[in-house]
């Protein structure tokens, strides 16, 4: 196992850096220069990074770590990223030379085509796909895509800590509670996280089971959502349906 310290960068992202003994990983570094000054600080030496997609704020300071830092990188092969040493499609069990823990591939396009989380030891880096409270947008896949990849990740242990790329949540929960103002459990999260977010903390990792008990976009069965939904895009019948009425009324809200 290993510790997680959290980077934060440009405006709202986290770049997760993954500590074992002098070693280290990050996750989707967009901008080299905060993962350096971590990595100076800690006196730790970085041997794996992972990409989750190609966007600039997730791979944009690889090239500069890599200048510094002889390191393996894992990202999507479907994906156009420079530097990738060991390009991934989803489905395969890795080892990082940071660490002894195993990592499972999970292929979620939706975001992007070749977008892939990593979980291991009970953690779960998700890039852009299923946010605290929310979803990435859909730039390059179909909704029933992007529903079928949350669906994946929604399967995983209730207890999985969620590392997404972006601190969204408030936004994202505001949209939340448009949805589903009767959900109890999101009554009290947006409670938490307003708390949270007045006094400058994080509001990520999150958990799975904390993202089905209150994140809209994984409980289009519900019927609360399911309504909302269809005041919004009459006719919208059916979870997949349900599902990118949300994404869409998402978008504009
Ligand atoms: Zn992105
Ligand atoms: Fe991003």
Request: proline share 5%.
């Amino acid at each position: 196992m290993f510790d997680v310290i959290r980077i934060p960068a440009f405006k709202d992202n986290y770049i997760w850096l993954l500590r074992k003994g002098a070693s280290a990983a990050v996750v989707d570094p967009g901008d080299a220069r905060p993962v350096l000054e971590v990595l100076d600080r800690e006196g730790l030496s970085l041997t794996s990074i992972f990409v989750t997609h190609h966007h600039a704020d997730h791979q944009g300071g690889v090239s500069s770590l890599l200048a510094k830092h002889p390191a393996e990188v894992f990202g999507p092969a479907a994906e156009s990223i420079h530097g990738i040493t060991r390009p991934l499609h989803g489905g395969e069990t890795i080892r990082a030379a940071f660490c002894d823990d195993e990592f499972q591939v999970i292929a979620v396009p939706g975001h992007t085509l070749g977008h892939i989380a990593y979980y291991g030891a009970g953690c779960l880096f998700c890039g852009d796909t299923l946010f605290a409270g929310g979803c990435g947008r859909l730039f390059e896949g179909s909704a029933a895509q992007l529903a079928d990849s949350l669906a994946r990740l929604a399967a995983l242990p209730d207890e999985t800590a969620v590392y997404c790329a972006h601190e969204y949540t408030e936004a994202n929960l505001r949209f939340a509670l448009a949805v589903e103002p009767g959900n109890r459990r999101l009554q009290s999260r947006v409670n938490d996280v307003a708390v949270a977010r007045a006094k400058g903390w994080a509001t990520v990792p999150s958990t799975i089971g904390l993202e089905k008990a209150s994140n809209p976009f994984l409980r289009c069965a519900e019927p609360e959502v399911a309504a909302s939904a269809r005041r919004r895009v009459p006719g919208a019948d059916g979870e997949l349906a349900v599902f990118a009425a949300l994404r869409e009324w998402k978008n504009g809200f």
